[in-house]
């Protein structure tokens, strides 16, 4: 996805405007009351702290758990800086040279990294648009589990498909891996931006597979604080959170300052996210709108996180971006995308696909869709 | 080092007070510009950054090394959370399963967790106070080398030993590695403790092993500043930095307010650290003082970072810390120190050692000592 930002830089000195619809960095305003909490820290050392996670934020999101039917003790959680280290640190305790993790495809990239890091292998279970890209299916799961099988990896709400489990489906999952006696790690940073009246769902809550399941969570995209780096790892496996504890004092600890105003943001009243996912939901419905005004592509609505994974009518989508940064431009306007081939295992799928986070206002939606609608037409008559 | 902690909690319960000589944990007060830094930082969403760092922070770090004969560029640095990340990180692209890092020891015991996550092998270089812990010796050295060997770790000024590398010793040391294309990675945390008046040392100043030398910095130590998590790798070899960069891309960015405060440090004049260093040769000089009058005691005026590693006239240091816990007292209080065992990754080494902290003032030095003194005579003539 940084494949194209030396390029950018280049493209804007042109005085071209590019559009981003590349990166989930949302533009909502981070909440006050973060920025009230980190003026008024005072401590005269700025010391480490708990290597576990300061027991203000531990005690922040066992309330906020509580709320959604899933009891935690301060031992079933970990802060971690950022739901990327959360990652980093479940791969590290739990998978060994040539170990086997089973993930839906297409999945964000950045897992590859992390799994490849660990020594071990990504074993893709394909999705089609044409199904939503569901994945909930026993055989198919089935299908990928070997006796290198150590866990299965979700995300849901899901990046990049925004395909959202029911309760039915987590639950077919979750008998699954028990009974082959894998983990489940659940990523589900997306939890809020689900665009139905559904209760919001954890794997948490499912009561008889405590031993399995290692939930990611974070602050960065439900509270719009992304640089403040704070995630957790959630588990109520005994032998694992002393693995991954000892995984954290290796590190020492996560900042201070972050942790104490990341606790803050979980006293926000409950109804601080409706307003954020009225605003997201109208993104989705724009986006979608206008994405449907293409010939030739083909997408699914999504029902939740913030992303469009999209079939274009070109032969490439790596070649179309660089021919919309470098050959391109509507009235000095351009679009940047997460080109699709990264977020696939399997060789060659994704070459025609991309990624579309709408985490710009409507209107910059509406105008970017369209920039991408010429630029395609421009592209395929070249 | 966390061992005792649970006890310890125990113990206060008691009404017994504690005095912390086990941890590295400075009491020097934060400079005030952090904390002013971070309170008037105000962009309405606190986004990501980018994966390297952010460019005021890097370009605080090149003004720094510049003063001190580096020139450094920005692609040179990589910013990480603390040093402990630093050295996670360099391990992870260095070391694959089997490899071999040489290392002085004792050493910090972090160290070893780390090298066991990548699945590497600790090949202790074994060092004695009575050389005051010194290592600078080619034979020494090239005994430790073997084909599996990818590179050879110091931390000077030193944790635990408080040794100090000379600018002869640090060239002997690079010639070695340079010979046998080995990395050396320099753990340099506590460059600015240093209590002769010899000028600040950096392997980054040495011309010609540009693709040798991997330096981890922090401003942890530097700036009384430990629960920020600001730390950094620097090196000037290319095709290392360029898998470096993909580690740090994959777990996105450092927290944003903790980077802007952490560059403010680095405007503090030069003369900030000359009340610090003056503080810590007193408190150094005061824990000499007290220490050579506990009979059969085994120790060595370390000449840099805030450490004393001391031979105890004690059979076993583990069951010394817990008879001071449990059993101990001096007009209720007793006092905690870190076991040597863990420092040392040659069997059956450090068994009755410790490692003291000179991070308290003067006069709980003078206290603390004084129960050693007490606790010792107590737990051999139990």
């Known amino acids: 996805m940084l494949k194209f930002s030396a390029m950018e830089e280049r493209v804007k000195a042109r005085g071209i405007k590019v559009y981003h619809l590349n990166i989930g960095q949302p533009d909502v305003k981070t909440p006050q009351i973060f920025y009230d909490t980190v003026r008024s820290f005072s401590a005269p050392v700025l010391e480490y702290v708990s290597s576990n996670g300061m027991p203000v934020l531990l005690d922040a999101v066992r309330g906020y758990y509580g709320k959604i039917g899933a009891e935690l003790g301060r031992d079933d959680i970990l802060v971690t800086a950022g739901g990327s280290e959360a990652f980093q640190l479940i791969l590290a305790c739990l998978l060994d040279d040539g170990d086997e993790i089973i993930i839906p495809e297409p999945y964000y990239p950045n897992y590859a990294t992390s799994v490849a890091l660990a020594g071990a292998k990504i074993v893709p279970i394909p999705t089609s648009p044409s199904e939503g890209y569901a994945y909930a299916d026993k055989e198919r799961i089935e299908k990928c589990i070997t006796e290198k099988t150590k866990a299965m990896f979700l995300t849901s709400p899901g990046n990049p498909t925004g395909n959202v489990l029911s309760e039915n489906e987590l639950k077919l999952i979750l008998d699954v891996v028990k009974e082959h006696e894998l983990f489940l790690i659940c990523d589900e940073v997306y939890r809020e931006f689900v665009y139905s009246d559904e209760p919001l769902l954890s794997a948490l809550q499912f009561k008889g597979y405590e031993d399995n ?16 780096r704070i995630g957790m790892v959630i588990s109520r496996n005994e032998k694992f959170m002393e693995q991954a504890l000892k995984w954290c004092q290796c590190r020492l600890c996560v900042a201070t300052i972050d942790q104490i105003a990341a606790a803050a943001l979980y006293t926000l009243p409950d ?82 696909e991309v990624r579309l986070a709408y985490t710009i206002c409507c209107e910059d939606i509406e105008r970017s869709v369209d920039i991408l609608k010429k630029g395609i037409e421009a592209y395929n008559n070249k």
């Open 213 to 228: 399941v290692i939930v990611i969570d974070s602050v960065s995209k439900r509270f719009s604080a992304c640089g403040a």
């Open 271 to 352: 109804g601080y996210f409706d307003a954020v996912k009225e605003e997201y939901k109208k993104r989705r419905d724009t986006m979608y709108r206008k994405l449907t005004e293409i010939p030739g592509i083909k997408c699914t609505l999504p029902a939740g996180a913030f992303y469009f994974m999209v079939t274009l009518p070109v032969d490439d989508a790596d070649c179309l971006q660089n021919f919309l940064l470098n050959e391109f431009d509507d009235n000095g306007d351009t679009v940047l995308f997460a080109c699709g081939e990264p977020f696939y295992g399997t060789p060659g799928k994704g070459k025609n």
